[in-house]
Structure formats: structure tokens, C-alpha cells
């Protein structure tokens, strides 16, 4: 039976540092990017003390792995000491069910909840969890599981920080007088929807030819280069599909540089957004993105986009978002794991 946060909550907690194993198919490999927020939460987790070693399913393995990985993660189990296994994304959640008798955490990303396919695989495996982290209460509210923990990833403040905008302009070759969109993803993922991207920026074009794009996914660059081009854009765009999204950090990222955001409604954003000015979310249509609901949808979107060209000032994120402090979000997730040990 799983807890619920009441119950986990209202247990002593244990103050040592922890032992955890952390199983996960999301993880920077090879120069990517590809689960850079599990990544900094581990970071952010060992900075505070405890110690955390990391399994990788799948990935480099091959999708063959999420079955044949139970094994290889019982073994890592028994032999580390540990004092609980923190699962990050449903995929992996069956491999880890059989990790022995150590507590099982699992933590819930977007597509392991609102993909069909992946939900079932989610199911399969979240049997005998202690406790269940969701990045949004959406994601919390579509699984069925309100009394879910919810506790969105969080973003490097000493990182992300607003810098010199004219410098890193220069550094990319932007002109001063360029009014730059940024696209927060890789172009070539359609979930990311880049389609819809490049039609409102068409749409900005005919109001005024200075306005460019700007790209931040690139194969192996250093985050430096991240935190660069943040400075250099005058407004985050975007445009990921519904479902495809959990908590976008991107988003969080964004705001913790002061950079406006215009966004479709999805994952955790309006709540990220709430108080955040300017900036805006736009909702997504109900109806197939095509025809006149594609046009509509182009269109509010170009409007705010061209709200904030024209108002050209940055926004107020970074004093009313520091609750997305990754070292406060660590702190969190060390809580968490205090009380189902303690429970």
C-alpha cells in the first residue's frame, strides 16, 4: 500500500545523510542533454551530503534493456548499502520492482503519465512504491493520484543568472537591433513543435523583418553556451505539444534569467508563469491542430509575441520563482526520502 503524503509527512524524520540508488533512462550521455534536470537533481542531492549512485536503463543499452534490466539493478541493489532506490521516469519502473526489499520511490516526468503506451508501462512497475514525485499537480491529477507528492524540478540559480545582454550578442554574432525568439528544444523532436515555432515567426516577420530565430539545443555545447543565448534573446516561444510535457525546464530556466516566456498551456507552466510579467499562456485548442484552430492558435500566439517585442523590457521571474532553487528542491526530495524511511 502507498503512503500518502499525510502520512509520510507526519513521520519522524531521519537526519543522517542517505545512501540512495538512483535508476533512470534519463541521463546525459555522449554530449547530451537528454535528462539534464535528473542529472543536476543528483548533483544538487550529493551537494547536500547524501551519497547517490546512478543506473542507467535503455539508452546506450538499447530499448531491450527495460526488460532485461531487472537483474543487473537487484544485483546493484543488494551490494550498495543503500537505504532506498529513487526510480526517475515510469519506464524503468518495472525493472526496478525487483530490487529487493529496499524502498522504492519513483518519480514522474509527463509521458510516462500522459502517453499511453508509456502509462501502462508505468503501471506495470509502480506497484509497492513508497512514494510517488510528480513535477506538476496535472501530471499528479491525470495519473489518478492526488495525494501524489508534488515537487517540480528545479533550476541551478548560481547558473542561471541574468548577464551582460550586449556581450553575449556579440558572442553569437546577434545585431543590437534584432529582435531574437527562441526556440527551447531540438527541432527535430515533432513533439517539440517546432512546426508551430516557425509558422508564428513568419507571422512576426511580416510585422517586422528584424525579428529572428534563435535555437538553444545544440550537440555538446557547454551550458555556458545555454546561459548565453538566454541573454541574447528578447523572448522564450514555446510550443511543445499537450501530453508531451511534465514540467518543462526550459521554461524554468527562462524565468530564472529574467527572460519572457509566451508558452501553450502545458505541463506545470501556467503555475511556473502566474505571477510573472510579461509574458504569457496561450491555450492550446481543443480541436486537431489544423485549419482554422492552427491558425488561431499561430495567431494568439504572434499577438503576445509581439506584445513583449514591443514592450522590450525583461521580466520579474527570477524574484518570484527562487522557490525553484534546485538546492531547495534537493532538500525536498531528501525529506521525502526521510519519511518513507522513517514510515
Known amino acids: 500500500m502507498t503512503e500518502t503524503s499525510e502520512q509520510l509527512s507526519a513521520t519522524p524524520p531521519i537526519t543522517r545523510p542517505l545512501r540512495v540508488l538512483a535508476v533512470t533512462n534519463l541521463w546525459p550521455e555522449q554530449g547530451s542533454y537528454r535528462g539534464i534536470f535528473v542529472h543536476r537533481q543528483v548533483s544538487a542531492l550529493r551537494a547536500l551530503g547524501h ?11 538499447g530499448k531491450w534493456d527495460y526488460f532485461t534490466a531487472a537483474p543487473r539493478i537487484r544485483r546493484r541493489a543488494r551490494t550498495g548499502n543503500y ?29 510516462d503519465v500522459n502517453a499511453p503506451r508509456q502509462r501502462l508501462m508505468t503501471k506495470l512497475g509502480w506497484g509497492g512504491t513508497r512514494a510517488r514525485i510528480y513535477v506538476s499537480r496535472r501530471l499528479a491529477e491525470t495519473a489518478g493520484d492526488p495525494a501524489g507528492h508534488v515537487v517540480a524540478n528545479g533550476v541551478d540559480f548560481r547558473l542561471f543568472q541574468p548577464g551582460d545582454r550586449s556581450a553575449a550578442r556579440r558572442q553569437l554574432g546577434i545585431t543590437p537591433t534584432a529582435k531574437v525568439v527562441l526556440f527551447g528544444a531540438d527541432p527535430a523532436r515533432p513533439v517539440k513543435g517546432y512546426d508551430v515555432f516557425r509558422d508564428v515567426l513568419a507571422e512576426l516577420r511580416r510585422r517586422d523583418g528584424s525579428v529572428q530565430e534563435l535555437i538553444l539545443s545544440a550537440p555538446g555545447q557547454p551550458e555556458a553556451e545555454l546561459v548565453r543565448k538566454y541573454d541574447a534573446a ?3 516561444l514555446f510550443t511543445s505539444r499537450p501530453g508531451s510535457e511534465g514540467s518543462p525546464t526550459v521554461v524554468k530556466e527562462a524565468t530564472a534569467m529574467g527572460l519572457p516566456v509566451v508558452t501553450v498551456d502545458v505541463g506545470d507552466v501556467a503555475d511556473i508563469l502566474a505571477d510573472v510579467r510579461p509574458g504569457a499562456v496561450v491555450r492550446f485548442p481543443a480541436d486537431p491542430l489544423v485549419g482554422p484552430a492552427r491558425t488561431q492558435l499561430v495567431a494568439d500566439l504572434a499577438d503576445q509575441v509581439w506584445a513583449v517585442l514591443a514592450g522590450g523590457v525583461r521580466a520579474d521571474g527570477r524574484e518570484k520563482s527562487s522557490w525553484l532553487d534546485e538546492r531547495l528542491v534537493a532538500g525536498r526530495i531528501a525529506e521525502i526520502y526521510r519519511a518513507v524511511l522513517g514510515s
Do not use: I, K
Request: net charge neutral.
Open 83 to 111: 537505504d532506498l532506490v529513487h526510480v526517475h521516469y515510469g519506464m524503468t519502473a518495472p525493472a526496478a520492482r525487483l530490487a529487493g526489499r529496499l524502498p522504492r520511490v519513483l518519480s514522474l516526468y509527463g509521458s
Open 51 to 61: 551519497h547517490v549512485d546512478v543506473e542507467v536503463v535503455a539508452q546506450s543499452r
Open 234 to 236: 528578447d523572448v522564450l
